[in-house]
């Protein structure tokens, strides 16, 4: 079987060119694609307590804590005391972290638009269905 006839080789490329393409975006913004997905997973009325993000975007805690420090420095966001419990903290953005959401999200949504606009509804549909799968098979290996 050859390189590019692997699964996993074409997901990787895909991820790849795709990590790339928001990156150009981001760094306009002292960002990286990894910042933007945070900003775009913090509830932009209640704040996310830090200890969910992680699992939401399959980040280690030393990588998470790592960007949210160059977010907070950067005036993006602020940490809060969760009020339910005040070891933890809960995540906001603040103006500065809103408006940058709002780039991170046209750039995602531009992007999805110019791929679906390829592409019929029963292919995106198929593919979205074979991800699924794919990942249905993995967590089963677990």
Known sequence: MEQEETIDYNIRRT????TKMYNRTATEYMASMALGMIILNIDISEGTPSTQLGP???MEATSLSRSLN???DAG???RKPDPNDKRKSVIHLTPLGMDWREVAKGV???FNETIQSHFEKEEMDTFFAILKKINKIIDEKK
Request: proline letters at 0%; zero cysteines.
């Open 15 to 18: 991820w790849y060119n795709i």
């Open 56 to 58: 939401n975007m399959g």
């Open 70 to 72: 160059k977010l907070e």
């Open 76 to 78: 993006v966001i602020e």
């Open 108 to 110: 995602v949504i531009e």
